[in-house]
């Protein structure tokens, strides 16, 4: 069911796979990806879903303020409201992921141990499908 999402993001919950699925539609001015970051959100809360499919591949390129303000801001706002574990699946372009590979001011996914959010890096969409989809099942089993 999409939702009344900006236009620069479409926002679908797939409630067969238990997944939220956000689209960035094109690149963004920060102010847009703070109040579309805040709406996803509100979308996870809406639906209690802690899995996340974020499409960027549309965005022109990852800035190392933007995730900076993720790390600082936004993610530590998600567990509170969702009260476990989230996991985010980001799809990005070939050019995009070699870019936050060999940007220094982007830090390592190993940063992210034992924080109540996971992030996975993707460029394949049915891989990081099923990396949800692992998390998902891993969640019920442990639950």
């Given at each position: ?52 499919l ?62 109540p ?15 949800l ?11």
């Amino acid at each position: 069911m999409p939702s009344s999402a900006p236009a620069f993001l479409a926002i679908e919950y797939r409630a067969d796979l238990q997944i939220l699925i956000g689209r960035w539609m094109r690149s963004v001015m920060p102010f847009e990806l703070h109040q579309g970051y805040g709406k996803l959100l509100d979308e996870a809360v809406t639906y209690k879903c802690r899995y996340w499919l974020v499409d960027i591949r549309r965005r022109s390129f990852v800035d190392g303020n933007d995730v900076a303000w993720m790390m600082e801001t936004f993610y530590p706002q998600v567990q509170p409201r969702l009260g476990r574990t989230t996991y985010l699946a980001y799809l990005m372009a070939p050019h995009q992921l070699a870019g936050v590979l060999t940007d220094s001011s982007i830090p390592d996914l190993s940063v992210l141990e034992g924080r109540p959010y996971q992030l996975q890096r993707f460029t394949d969409e049915a891989a990081a499908l099923e990396w949800l989809q692992q998390c998902y099942e891993h969640d019920t089993v442990t639950s």
